[in-house]
């Protein structure tokens, strides 16, 4: 995954709203992937609870 990837997801299939609540959760093997939605997010001013 790549933030261009990230990007067209959180851009094009996610609707964000200020209700909304995010929480990231992850195995071991999907560490990097996980980082770069919580990275998007928080470039969209989001913050992410993230529980690996």
């Known amino acids: 995954m ?3 990837g990230v990007d067209a997801l959180l851009d094009d299939f996610v609707v964000i709203t200020g ?6 959760t992850y195995t071991p ?3 990097e ?3 770069w939605v919580a ?3 928080k470039h969209r001013g989001v913050t992410a609870a993230i529980v690996p």
């Open 2 to 4: 790549s933030s261009r």
């Open 29 to 31: 093997d999907s560490r």
């Open 39 to 41: 990275l998007g997010l």
């Open 33 to 35: 992937p996980a980082a």
């Open 19 to 24: 209700e909304d609540t995010f929480v990231i």
